[in-house]
């Protein structure tokens, strides 16, 4: 039986690209069927900790079909260390914050979400921007996304019993 994966995406208020971000695995892990995959989100700020998130990420989301209404922001606690395979991170600041507060042995494994899913580039804050940056946004983290769910397959197809770690 594989593992399961457990996924943490951090932005820094959680409230704009975490959310989508979390909202397009979720929708693009259910398309394929990577039940085993659990995806949650926090920020590493905590200006926004119970509210939903941001109404132009919810607006972007569910033009997409996907809807992140019932998320609320959270922030990252020490006990995702321990709870989570990856974090990942939207850019460069934010991988910086989470491995100040990471103990050494998970460092390895907070990283850009970017990257980690085989695309290039940070994840741009579009919390001061317009529509348009919320779509941008959309389009990253969910192509991200998308790569995210064809990394863990071929982790899943060729290393079923290591469904955790590096690849």
């Known amino acids: 039986m594989v593992e399961p994966q ?3 995406v951090v932005c820094l ?3 704009c690209r975490s959310p989508m971000a979390e909202g397009a695995l979720r929708a693009r892990l259910e ?4 039940r085993q995959v659990e995806v949650d989100s926090a920020g ?7 509210l939903p998130p941001d109404s132009r990420a919810i607006a972007t989301a569910r033009r ?32 910086r914050d989470v491995q100040s507060l990471a103990p050494r ?7 850009l979400f970017m990257e980690w899913a ?6 741009p804050d579009p919390y001061t921007g317009n529509e348009s940056h919320f779509e ?32």
């Open 6 to 8: 457990r996924l943490l």
């Open 13 to 15: 208020g959680n409230i």
């Open 31 to 34: 398309q394929a069927g990577l």
């Open 44 to 50: 590493t700020g905590d200006w926004h900790v119970g």
């Open 64 to 95: 997409h079909g996907v809807d992140i209404a019932g998320l609320r922001a959270r922030q990252l606690s020490k006990r995702d260390f321990d709870e989570f395979d990856w974090l990942l991170c939207a850019d460069h600041a934010n991988l």
């Open 105 to 111: 042995a998970s460092r390895g494994r907070s990283v």
């Open 118 to 123: 085989g695309l290039a580039g940070p994840v």
């Open 136 to 167: 941008q946004v959309w389009a990253q983290v969910d192509a991200a996304a998308q790569a995210a769910v064809a990394r863990l397959l071929g982790r899943l197809t060729h290393n079923p019993g290591q469904a955790t770690g590096d690849t």
